[in-house]
């Protein structure tokens, strides 16, 4: 993405970073805009062919350039990107348990309902196989309760059903949908 013509259109004494992917930057231009003077420095965190292991006899072309910061792919590790890490986990971890969230899941379904903060619902919520007519009978228990909102996501293998009903059915739709064979974990969650 970044050539010899990208680094070109850079101001004359700018300073380059890569801390994204090792293919952004073509390095052999970056050498030569360093070499010329037109950047006045950079730095490097990612490389096009990194190493496999902790080796002493790898080898970059920037090596040894006296304007340029090479860093081996840490620049995630620092202390402040591991506190923000660590803080951001937890505000991931705390919305699942208190409203069900997994919009930022990687290997789940993504729901994301919002509370209406209504002191008069609870939410269930169900995880199943992904298998046809799993919603036809989950609906067909809710429909005899009053339903206030419901979500479906689903990946190749399993569902995510997220719905808020009246706090007096909760209880019984726990239990119906629990019963479903093709349930693998049902709770109320407020």
Not at 24 to 49: F, N, Q, T
Not at 53 to 58: L, P
Not at 115 to 124: C, W
Request: proline share 4%.
């Amino acid at each position: 993405m970044i050539g010899e013509r990208e680094i070109g259109l850079m101001k004359k004494n700018s300073y380059l970073l890569n801390a994204s992917r090792g293919t952004v930057v073509v390095i052999p231009a970056l050498r030569k805009a360093l070499e010329s003077g037109h950047l006045a420095g950079a730095c490097v965190d990612v490389y096009p062919e990194e190493p496999q292991e902790n080796i002493n006899n790898w080898m970059n072309e920037l090596q040894k350039m006296p304007n340029t910061i090479l860093t081996p792919h840490i620049g995630g590790s620092t202390e402040e990107a591991q506190l923000a890490i660590g803080a951001e986990v937890v505000d991931k971890l705390i919305r699942l348990i208190n409203t069900g969230s997994t919009i930022t899941a990687v290997n789940f379904p993504r729901c994301d309902m919002v509370d209406d903060g209504k002191v008069t619902t609870h939410r269930v919520l169900n995880i199943h196989k992904n298998v046809p007519g799993v919603l036809k009978n989950i609906n067909s228990i809710l429909c005899e309760y009053n339903v206030l909102a419901q979500q479906l996501q689903t990946t190749e293998h399993v569902g995510y059903l997220i719905v808020d009903v009246d706090h007096e059915a909760s209880q019984d739709v726990l239990q119906k949908i629990k019963a479903l064979p093709t349930s693998i974990k049902t709770r109320v969650l407020f």
